[in-house]
């Protein structure tokens, strides 16, 4: 049996915009509609949530919640959609779990710690998806020599489909 794809989606989360979330709802719901398993930071705000209850209301899938701190937390709840959940204590330094435990990683929207998952998966030759990020963001990943493309949710959706 074939283990099923592992997708991270990483962004922001109190800082996240309407629009960020609005397309990480819908890439939540692409992935499970795929068949592949999510993968995010866990917590009931921003891109992290929106994934995860886009990914839960299509069913079928793992989400697969990665959080900084132990829980409960009052600063990061978990979200009531993580189906699996993987609690550190290592704050920021979930980041590196985040990244490396992806099969591939779709960007969406860009902070510091974004920003960090997205380097730590180039140094993992993982594929990457930025969306809805700032154009220097592009230039600047690109030039760290990583597997980075601007995301269409319409590309994604058909290599999900073909790798799943």
Known sequence: ???????GVMGPGRVATDRQIDVAYKVGRMIA???CNLLNGGVAHGVMDASARGAAEIGGVEIIGVTPHKQPSETHPV?????????????EGRNLINARSSDLVIAIGMCPGTASEVCFAIKAGKPIFLMDCPSEAHDFFRALGGNVQIGII??????LMERA
């Open 79 to 91: 979200s009531e959609h993580v189906t699996i959940l993987i609690e550190t204590t290592f704050g």
């Open 1 to 7: 049996m074939r283990r099923k794809l592992v997708v």
């Open 154 to 159: 319409e590309h994604i959706r058909s290599m």
């Open 33 to 35: 509609e795929a068949g």
